[in-house]
C-alpha cells in the first residue's frame, strides 16, 4: 500500500482539525483492506490489540465523546459487526455523525454537557483528544498489518 502524506490545505482551525482526524480514520480503514475477518481479528500482543479491536474502539470513542458527552444522547455505542465491511461501515457512520456535529457547532468552544470523566471539556479539546488517539491507533494499526503481510504505508 502506498505512503501517503497527510494533506496541507490551508483552512481554519476546524477545517484543519477534521482534514487531519480524516486522514487518520482513512489511514486506519485502509489498514483493512484485502484481509479477512480472520486476519482483522488476529493479535500478536497478550493485550489481545487487533485491527478488529481498533476500529471498534475508535468507533465507541467517537460515538462516546460527540454524540453522548458532547450531544448529550444516551445510550452506549453497540452495532454488529460480523465482517470487514460492517466494522468500516459503522465506524464510518459514525465519523460522518461526529464530522456533522463538529460542522454544525457555532464554534469549538461549547462544552460536554454530561460527564466527561472530571470537569467539562470544549469541543476543540474533543475534536484535538480524537485526533490525538486516532492517529495513535493508525500507527498501531500499521505495526499490526505489516505483521500480517508485510504491507507497509499509510
Not at 119 to 132: C, D, G, K, Q
Request: charged share 25%; with cysteine.
Amino acid at each position: 500500500m502506498p505512503d501517503q502524506k497527510p494533506p496541507r490545505d490551508v483552512l481554519d482551525e476546524r477545517g484543519t482539525l477534521l482534514l487531519l482526524l480524516n486522514y487518520h480514520r482513512s489511514s486506519l480503514a485502509a489498514k483493512l483492506d484485502g484481509l479477512s475477518d480472520e486476519q482483522i481479528s488476529w493479535s500478536p500482543v497478550a493485550s489481545g490489540t487487533s485491527l478488529r479491536w481498533l476500529v471498534e474502539h475508535l468507533t465507541r470513542a467517537e460515538h462516546l465523546w460527540i454524540l453522548q458527552r458532547y450531544c448529550g444522547h444516551p445510550g452506549i455505542f453497540h452495532r454488529d459487526t460480523k465482517d470487514v465491511s460492517d466494522l468500516l461501515a459503522a465506524y464510518r457512520e459514525v465519523a460522518r455523525q461526529v464530522d456533522d456535529v463538529v460542522l454544525a457547532a457555532a464554534n469549538l468552544d461549547g462544552l460536554t454537557v454530561t460527564d466527561a470523566g472530571g470537569s467539562p471539556v470544549t469541543l476543540r479539546w474533543i475534536v484535538m483528544h480524537l485526533l490525538e488517539e486516532t492517529a495513535r491507533h493508525a500507527g498501531h494499526a500499521d505495526l499490526i498489518r505489516e505483521l500480517i503481510d508485510g504491507a507497509t504505508g499509510r
